[in-house]
């Protein structure tokens, strides 16, 4: 059974940083395209980032494109998203997905299978 496990959301200022990391386990980590997605109150969810089963290939939300950072470690079976120059238009839970169907990372939530539970970022003005 699938399980991803979202950890490091919480308060930051404007301007501040945080690092998500989701921890995945029941599967072979290193055969997964893995995404991260938001949600803020009354919005849909939105992608903002992505990477490919080997992290060589990753993609970006144009609204964090500069700022935030996906990495994967196979070995350590854990995805992060590294968050700097927060703003609080970023405000909102953070979800990590998984699929192993997919070659090339979704930028669709449909496009994954498996789901956190996520975790909320707070960034106050």
């Known amino acids: 059974q699938v399980q991803l496990v979202e950890s490091g959301g919480g308060l930051v200022q404007a301007g501040g940083s945080l690092r998500l990391s989701c921890a995945a386990s029941g599967r072979t980590f290193s055969t997964s395209c893995m995404g991260w997605f938001r949600q803020a109150p009354g919005k849909e969810r939105e992608f903002v980032s992505a990477?490919?089963?080997?992290?060589?290939?990753?993609f970006y939300a144009d609204s964090v494109k500069g700022r935030f950072t996906i990495s994967r470690d196979n070995a350590k079976n854990t995805v992060y998203l590294q968050m700097n120059s927060l703003k609080p238009a970023d405000t909102a839970v953070y979800y990590c997905?998984?699929?192993?169907?997919?070659?090339?990372?979704?930028?669709?939530?449909?496009?994954?299978?498996?789901w956190g539970q996520g975790t909320q970022v707070t960034v106050s003005s």
């Open positions: 990477i490919s089963r080997s992290g060589s290939s990753t």
């Open positions: 997905a998984a699929d192993w169907s997919l070659t090339v990372p979704s930028m669709d939530p449909r496009g994954f299978d498996y």
